[in-house]
């Protein structure tokens, strides 16, 4: 037996249940903020933690491939026909399995009984966050992998590739301009709604403990990359596309979820204006960077 715990985050419920003996406070804790307290809200995804001896009694099957250049390292398995998934800090072997049904409304997370308390909250997020991603590809909803300011009542958000500044960036804004909050720093939620693209903070916020249950409209994308000067173009919709494009999670090898993904970032970048900042990580970026990017009433 267990506890079960509802969370809604960019208008979508899940449900996670943990084996009697593990605290919410302690491994739910970025959670809290978004605690579902309607009794009817349905949740789309329910997920439940199995405590193993061994996950080697969990996966048959061979390795299909593994992902990421850094961890967590994402592992997807071939066994009877069907995937499963694995999350690890090496590639030398998976630290916890995930099971899902055909349409990810239903998972059990595989941790092994040993290293059960030292990992399930890394077991947890990571599950979590690859379901809520494929369980909502098909409602216009995108889990970005940048870093997001709130300035006057609205989003702007910073991508690039690892290592390019997207933290720092924003902690220019936080520093420098006057008003400024931080939404989410590694992982939040855009989605679109009746042609309005908002962005969502999430529970899942990287290094920088950042979990707020907040939304804004999204009113400018910036995609990052390092140079020896301060210098930001607006970028027309085929060089946004794949400005955008690489920073959003998705199961891509399968057609069904890649062709959901690519028709929501052309929404996105149909409702929102990305620019290409070339950068110092210093004030005056900032500056040109709100200068140009801020909407002005």
Same mark, same amino acid.
């Given at each position: 037996?267990?506890n079960?715990y509802k969370? #809604?985050?960019?208008?979508?419920?899940?449900?996670?249940? %943990?084996?009697?003996?593990?605290?919410?406070?302690?491994?739910l804790?970025?959670?809290v903020p978004?605690?579902?307290?309607?009794?009817?809200?349905?949740?789309?995804?329910? %997920?439940?933690v199995?405590?193993?001896?061994? %996950?080697?009694?969990? =996966? #048959?099957?061979?390795?299909?491939?593994?992902?990421?250049?850094e961890?967590?390292?994402?592992?997807?398995?071939?066994?009877?026909?069907?995937f499963?998934?694995g999350?690890?800090?090496?590639?030398? /072997?998976?630290?916890?399995? =995930?099971?899902?049904?055909?349409?990810?409304?239903?998972a059990?997370?595989? =941790?092994?009984e040993?290293? /059960?308390?030292?990992l399930?909250?890394?077991?947890l997020?990571? *599950?979590?966050?690859?379901? !809520?991603?494929?369980?909502?590809?098909?409602?216009?909803?995108?889990?970005? $992998?940048?870093?997001?300011?709130?300035?006057?009542?609205r989003? !702007?958000?910073?991508?690039?590739?690892?290592?390019?500044g997207?933290s720092? $960036?924003s902690?220019?804004?936080?520093? $420098?301009?006057?008003g #400024?909050?931080?939404l989410?720093?590694?992982n939040? =939620?855009?989605?679109?709604?009746?042609?309005?693209?908002?962005?969502y903070?999430?529970?899942?916020?990287?290094?920088?403990?950042?979990?707020?249950?907040?939304?804004?409209p999204?009113a400018?994308?910036?995609?990052?990359s390092?140079?020896?000067?301060?210098k930001?173009n607006?970028l027309?919709p %085929?060089?946004?596309?794949? *400005?955008?494009?690489?920073?959003c999670s998705?199961?891509?090898w399968?057609?069904?979820?890649?062709? /959901?993904? $690519?028709?929501?970032?052309e929404?996105?970048?149909?409702?929102?204006?990305?620019?290409?900042?070339?950068?110092?990580?210093?004030?005056?970026? /900032?500056?040109v960077?709100c200068?140009?990017?801020?909407?002005k009433?």
């Open positions: 037996m267990g079960s969370y #809604t985050v960019a208008g979508h419920t899940f449900c996670i249940s %943990l084996p009697n003996g593990f605290d919410p406070e302690t491994f804790a970025p959670y978004f605690t579902e307290t309607g009794p009817d809200a349905l949740p789309v995804i329910n %997920l439940k199995e405590i193993v001896e061994t %996950l080697r009694s969990v =996966v #048959t099957g061979q390795v299909k491939e593994v992902f990421n250049d961890a967590p390292y994402f592992w997807l398995f071939e066994q009877d026909g069907k499963l998934y999350f690890s800090y090496t590639k030398k /072997a998976p630290n916890c399995i =995930v099971a899902t049904s055909d349409d990810y409304s239903e059990v997370v595989y =941790v092994s040993a290293y /059960a308390q030292k399930m909250e890394f077991a997020s990571n *599950a979590i966050m690859l379901l !809520y991603t494929f369980r909502t590809s098909g409602q216009d909803t995108l889990m970005v $992998h940048a870093s997001v300011i709130k300035y006057k009542g989003g !702007y958000m910073f991508l690039g590739k690892s290592g390019t997207k720092t $960036h902690s220019l804004w936080l520093k $420098h301009i006057e #400024t909050e931080l989410n720093d590694d939040p =939620v855009v989605r679109v709604i009746d042609g309005q693209a908002y962005v903070g999430s529970p899942w916020s990287g290094k920088t403990p950042c979990y707020k249950n907040d939304f804004v999204l400018g994308i910036v995609r990052l390092q140079a020896p000067y301060n930001i607006r027309v %085929l060089l946004a596309y794949t *400005a955008f494009m690489p920073s998705c199961m891509r399968e057609p069904s979820a890649t062709n /959901a993904l $690519h028709k929501s970032v929404k996105v970048i149909s409702a929102v204006k990305c620019w290409h900042l070339e950068c110092l990580p210093d004030e005056e970026a /900032a500056r960077c200068a140009a990017v801020e909407v009433e």
